[in-house]
């Protein structure tokens, strides 16, 4: 146990140094093996995940969700979704931060980054916001929260790795997320309506919009519909594999943004190596993940870990509340993919042998990320919407955030106490 | 120099990510409605994927896109983060030219072994090399680096959650 322990203190030192957390974990991987174990095998183990992980059909998952989220927003589509949001609902008072949840929503159908969703809605709700007077807090905080439905509502980049990471069906994954997404999406609406009745002044309504003009914004969209539609209906009606929609979605998005002339050969250029550096740089986390995550089933850890868990004589609900806070503090300070790859080798075995669902315990992994993605000091949505919208301070957009990040966490014992919510649509698929 | 290194690997990883999407979407139709797939996608789909891999981590880490905790890079002196520059810099490079050796290393025993893959039979072993060489390149790209600061790097691209 002591050998695990070491490992984890080392990473965190290391990461202090900012040392880029890949090289963290792999060298601490690749350190720990050779101590307890030999040098030979060291070697042979990391040749071997590093060979096994670069050559794996079923990863390259990873890649085309990114694609085909980057060709989505290439394409210029979040400026329909938010005009048919706000066409529905941007009458109502705070419409246009509705509209903007709303149009998150939608965009996160088709896109699995939170940070994707919220960067993309900085240049689309923004704007419309700040001419109707909406205070920078309250425009900031939808906006980083709304992004974060990009990962509950499939597909999803990080319900993909801990996919990948635990072997546990991807299609059901998407499949649960789509209730909790959906739900999130409301509650972010509920709160909407809270904190604009203490301030309607910073939140008027917009312009009522007759049924015609409605129809009509509907018809910039239909282009999207169809492609969630076969790509999640395909995955979900066991169609598709979750490879072969994502590889079909990419195509898609990619012919989507060439028949609306919103591709050049640079654009086309650009959306390609965008998408390998990310796809680049998430492997690199995910080979040396995998390397530490072998260090560590070697060690006393996980089986130390389950004896005290059960020789507490908690119940199996508690554990996971544990688990949870413990997800949410860290999430404060933590970036959040390091977070769930450096914890799930020890959470997950824990959390199966409690005889809980695997997709269960994914859904609530994906709602700590959102919460960890907004919560000050450290979430990168913030951060995001700070680079982008130079005006706006860092304190106002942490002052907007709050009432969302309160509204996740109440969201966060929902899905707790309500497994059925993200379990029974996976429970319908073959 | 920097310019070859972006062209080179750029198009690298963009055509081979390319052809994993086209290959992907025609082998799907094919399966689906010509009950026809195409042969070997799925190998050629593997191999693709450690181009896409190998080919764009020289640029990932060119423009400082690694995960890594930053947030206490304001509060510390200059001449702090000039010494954290060195020695981060220095052990990635060290860790990426030693991983290059062990890739290439692997590369040459599955060439004395002939290792191919099994529907097309293409020899694995100059992906294997190739890896190694282009993870060396990163940990040159790591020690080039030492020399000057890396270029401001934009939120949000190449994010990943």
New interface residues.
Partial sequence: MTAALIGFAAIFLLALLRVPLAFAMGLVGFAGIGLTRGWQPALASTAQVVHETGFAYTLSVIPLFILMGNFVARAGLAHELFAAAYAFIGHLRGGLAHATVAACAGFGAICGSSIATAATMSKVAYPSMRKLGYSDALSTGVMAAGGTLGIMIPPSTIMVIYGIVTETSIGKLFAAGVIPGLLTAGMLMLAIVVVTSRDPEHAPPGERTSWPQRWHALRGIWGVLVLVFIVLGGIYGGFFTATEGAGFGAAGAFLFALLRRKLTWRGLYEVLVESARTTAMLFALLIAATLFANFVNFTTLPGDLKNAITQAGLSPTMVVVAMMAIYVVLGTVMEELTMVLLTIPLFFPIVTSLGFDPVWFGVLIVMIVQIGLISPPVGMNLFVLNALLPGVGLSQIFRGCWPFVLVMVVMLGVLIAFPQLSLWLPSLMK | MNKFLDLLC?LL??????A??????F??LGR?FAAHSIPGS??M???L??V??????P??SR?G?????????PYLPRWVRSA?RL??NV??GV?LLA?GW??W??GGQFAENGETTAQLRIP?AP??YG?GVLCALTGLVHLALLRRRPPER????????
Avoid at chain 2, 13 to 18: E, H, I, T
Avoid at chain 2, 65 to 73: A, T, Y
């Fill in positions: 750029g990883s963009a055509l081979a990510l390319f994993i999407m086209a290959l992907t979407f082998d799907v689906k799925l190998e789909t593997e191999l994927m450690v896409v891999i190998f080919g764009a981590l640029l990932v423009r896109e690694h995960v890594e905790f930053d947030s206490l890079d954290q020695v981060v052990l990635c860790v991983l062990l890739m290393r692997t694995k992906f294997l890896m934009v939120e949000g691209e190449g994010a990943a959650l």
